[in-house]
């Protein structure tokens, strides 16, 4: 299966920046999209940005030009910076990918990592 360890979250004062990294191990085929969502308390759990194996990224529209993913495909591992922070920023903010591996063979499944913690404070 697919292991995802996240890290970099914490506490920032509002217009800091952060940087989220999340490495995928496992018994890994091949991975297709990784990204980051995020759950603030009482809220859903929504996309912050995505990039597929081609690099092509997706960002929510409120972290546009804030933001930045970014992956290292040697090492299986995606980098969320996150620049401006605002209090609306604050989350648990969680590592996906879509990845075949040795146990689904080509199909392909989606993985989540266990959430990190950003709090922005205002």
């Known amino acids: 299966q697919v292991q995802l360890v996240e890290s970099g979250g914490g506490l920032v004062q509002a217009g800091g920046s952060l940087r989220l990294s999340c490495a995928a191990t496992g018994s890994i085929i091949s991975i297709d999209t990784m990204g980051w969502y995020r759950q603030a308390p009482g809220k859903q759990r929504d996309m912050v940005a995505t990039?597929?194996?081609?690099?092509?990224?997706n960002y929510a529209d409120i972290v546009k030009g804030r933001f930045t993913i970014s992956r290292d495909y040697a090492k299986n591992t995606v980098s969320l910076q996150m620049n401006s922070l605002k209090p609306e920023d604050t989350a648990v903010y969680y590592c996906?990918?879509?990845?075949?591996?040795?146990?689904?063979?080509?199909?392909?499944?989606?993985?989540w990592g266990q959430g990190t913690q950003v709090t922005v404070s205002s």
């Open positions: 990039i597929t194996s081609s690099g092509r990224t």
């Open positions: 996906t990918v879509v990845a075949s591996t040795l146990q689904t063979a080509l199909l392909m499944r989606n993985y």
